[in-house]
């Protein structure tokens, strides 16, 4: 009998989700004190890029602009996007799809299964995030709550299973890994430039709101909290997609 396609993905993947758990751990909240005091923080926080970001001089500022809109997504989407990408095109590119459905392994099974190991991967590293996150905040004293802190690593964790599910389903339609890839980090890209052009650029005004960073950052939760507003559109953009997967993978003829 085959062993839980969940539970396998995730056994299969333990070593480069340790890995990723290191380098997040490693993206670390530097002393905040010291680089206020040296008037590093300061510099520039009034410039376009730091507004976009929402970085400036105080400490939800800083978080979320070194921690949160910059380093913590790029990790994350980049862990999400891959595994997304190799839950079906992978496995057909090389060959091993067609084999793990000769078991009793339905087309809906293999996708719900491997978009739940997806969901548990980018929940693992969202703790991480959250604990370490936590730890660095006390140690340096800046004095944001381990509340707003999990209200915004709820976000970065629904952005990153969306942009994962985005890679599932064009796995699911293509069956193609590097175009799957490609779809999915140009759907990221294009998110974030509109979140952070949007703003700027007149001809793009309005265009940030649509954007999931805006979803994910755009009601403050490191210094408001959960926004359940901005929290249910990214938590319905993942159903759809593995929705779509679904149906994808039911109709088509998988390359053998």
Same mark, same amino acid.
């Given at each position: ?34 680089? +206020? ?23 939800? *500022? ?31 590119? $090389? ?24 969901? $548990? ?21 800046? *004095? ?6 999990? $209200? ?45 052009? *949007? ?19 755009? *009601? ?12 249910? +559109? ?23």
């Amino acid at each position: 009998m085959l062993p839980s396609v969940l539970v396998k993905t995730l056994w299969d993947q333990r070593r480069s989700l340790g890995w990723w758990s290191l380098g997040l751990v490693a993206v670390y909240v530097l002393p905040y004190r010291q680089y +206020l005091a040296s008037g590093v923080v300061n510099n520039n926080t009034d410039s376009a890029l730091y507004e976009a970001l929402g970085y400036d001089a105080t400490p939800p *500022g800083y978080l979320q602009g070194t921690v949160f809109a910059l380093l913590g997504p790029l990790l994350v989407l980049m862990m999400a996007v891959s595994t997304g990408t190799r839950a079906v095109a992978g496995d057909e590119e $090389a060959g091993t799809l067609d084999l793990l459905l000769a078991h009793p392994v339905s087309r809906t099974r293999l996708v719900l299964e491997r978009f739940g190991a997806l969901a $548990a991967a980018v929940a693992w590293l969202g703790l991480v995030i959250w604990a370490a996150t936590v730890a660095a905040v006390a140690a340096a004293d800046l *004095g944001v709550g381990a509340g707003r802190i999990a $209200a915004a690593t709820a976000g970065l964790v629904l952005l990153a299973l969306d942009f994962g599910s985005v890679a599932l389903a064009a796995g699911a339609l293509s069956g193609r890994r590097g175009l799957t890839l490609g779809v999915a980090a140009a759907a990221a890209l294009a998110a974030y430039l509109a979140w952070t052009l *949007g703003p700027q650029v007149q001809v793009l005004a309005g265009i940030d709101r649509w954007s999931p960073f805006s979803w994910y950052l755009g *009601g403050d939760p490191l210094r408001r909290g959960l926004d359940h507003g901005h929290l249910a +559109l990214l938590a319905a953009v993942s159903p759809v997609m593995g929705g779509l997967a679904l149906w994808s993978l039911n109709r088509r003829d998988i390359t053998v």
